[in-house]
């Protein structure tokens, strides 16, 4: 397998994290196959994304712009992905796994006859047999499993915030081409009636480089106030482990973990979570994990790199004094 | 309107890693002391059913399960709850299934059971996590498919689904028939089931369908994954040493922890 597709689905503004991550996938892979990447752009993005395609190492850059491609639409999304496959001779296509890619991958699997996985943290290429090994998480992160493909084509989910993007080459060149699909408007059955952007207090936690998160320790909404006033502060965002949104304390869009949002932010400070396996599945990507919590056996001590055995009642208040002081001492 | 839930069953997720074991011979996991639940996913999938029903004011709604014997505990879960009817697909007579396999049988089941106007999924199992069931069953019955819904209402002739996005939120609008995987939400979290219907749910015959009843032959359900090889499944061993920041009181550990903070340059 030497022929790689990094399917992008286009969205407002600039090329995001989540096509980043879905390049730099392409590009390890390709790497590893001694093969070449070729990034669909399927919709009309900006004008931008051809040249962060590129930077993120892609050779070749089909764009794909129907009129009927305007805003995402799930069959016409398909249809469209399943021509570009074909005319590009794809074996192997990654796809995000946000709500559009999960929605598309099977779908485009079962026309293209393609063994599909979603969810996959890496995949690695044999020049020398041409195989792929795909690694993935089940049983809730407590275990990987590995899986190995020999035939095209492929079709693989990537994780979101499981991959660190390769390193952007400003600059890079790539053939760029049009490619023409063939859709007919009669094929969507379906109809997006209203899109609603989250209003969240800091960034998306997704894209957030600092998250101060809460658990059940926290035993209350009262101690989200404290983490809410640490993580302005330090200018990030507040999560929560599912024990803490199941209570109700915050909502659920504030998750993180397997049945919740992929976070990978520098630091994930980890207040009162005791660091369930499930959790530990959201944080994968996190560059620094720092926990706090005062039973010294919470299985988060083994994920973090540093920790505080303390409650966090009287902690987070001495930490919150204690950032106030370094700002102050640095004249920030 | 008939609505469709398809339920899976598995190790209880919440058991400590401490006691979770592998058996990388037969690549599966060892049940241990585990319990077997509904998997989350699928219990918000049938609390979404259960809510549109409710505000319906009508409509029946049929659980399946593709699993084995001890499956009927999963569907007398969902029947305790309310559901009208409650089946379970023999996997024992189905070996080695995997995501195309197990979506052409309910698909095969779904079709015994038309019309069916909606059919619900979880959006991933808590075991394999595959994620692809619900969108293969959609290919299947050549149906639209839906991802990530937290609620579903009548709109007129169509569905209004309310789905979760990267961005936020949107809603689809889609005409029945239709397949949707369902995501947890706090408007769909499990209702807990009365005593009374657990009793009734406790005598009711639960039918099991086979290749016989299913008109499906177990060779006919490999599907492209077929062709993977699934090489291992481990425990992955983490190497990570934890620095305890230590001190007399919380002041020096906060003080302690600013300057780690401010170490690792996000202070």
Known sequence: ?332 | MHLVVCLKQILDPELPPGEFRVDAQKKEAVRGSASLVISVFDENALETALQLRDAAGQGKITALCVGPESAVDALRRALSLRVDEAIRIREEEFPALDGFGTARLLAAAVRKLEPADLVFCGREAGDWHGAMVGGLLAGELQRPFVSLVAGAQRAGEKYALRRQTDEGWETVECAAPAVVSVTNDDANQPRIPKVKDNMMAFRRQIPAWGAAELGVAAASLAGPNAALEFASLYVPKSERQCQVLGGENAEEKAAQMAKKLAEIQVL
């Not at chain 1, 290429?125 to 499993?145: E, F, L, M, Q, W």
Request: proline share 3%.
């Open chain 1, 1 to 332: 397998m030497k022929n790689v597709v990094a399917l992008l689905i286009a969205a407002p503004g600039s090329l995001r994290r989540t096509e980043a991550e879905v390049l730099s996938a392409a590009r390890r892979l390709a790497d590893g196959l001694g093969g070449r990447v070729t990034a669909v752009i399927l919709g009309a993005a900006d004008e931008s994304w051809t040249a962060d395609a590129a930077a993120y190492g892609a050779e070749r850059v089909a764009r794909v712009e129907h009129a009927a491609l305007g805003s995402y639409q799930a069959e016409l999304a398909v249809e469209a992905a399943r021509q570009a496959c074909l005319a590009l001779q794809a074996e192997v296509c990654f796809v995000p796994s946000s709500t559009y890619g999960l929605e598309l991958a099977p779908v485009l699997a079962q026309k293209l006859g393609a063994a599909v996985v979603a969810d996959v943290t890496a995949a690695a290429g044999d020049a020398a047999t041409g195989a792929v090994k795909i690694t993935k998480p089940v049983y809730g992160g407590k275990a990987n499993s590995e899986l190995i493909a020999r035939q095209a084509p492929l079709v693989l989910a990537m994780r979101s915030r499981a991959v660190a993007p390769v390193e952007k080459k400003a600059g890079a060149a790539a053939e760029v081409m049009k490619l023409d699909v063939q859709l007919d408007a009669a094929l969507a059955k379906s109809t997006i009636v209203e899109r609603k952007t989250e209003a969240a207090g800091g960034a998306r936690l997704e894209d957030a480089r600092i998250i101060v998160s809460g658990g059940r320790g926290l035993g209350g909404r009262e101690g989200f106030a404290l983490l809410e006033e640490l993580a302005g502060l330090l200018g990030g965002s507040v999560g929560a482990s599912r024990a803490a949104c199941d209570q109700g304390w915050v909502p659920a869009s504030w998750q993180i973990g397997q049945t919740g949002k992929k976070v990978a932010p520098e630091l994930y400070l980890a207040v009162g979570i005791s660091g369930a396996s499930q959790h530990l599945v959201g944080i994968g990507g996190a560059k620094h994990i720092v926990a706090v919590n005062k039973d010294e056996k919470a299985p988060i001590f083994q994920a973090a790199e540093a920790g505080v055995v303390e409650d966090f009642k009287t902690f987070i208040p001495a930490l919150i004094q204690a950032v106030k002081k370094h700002k102050a001492a640095e004249g920030k």
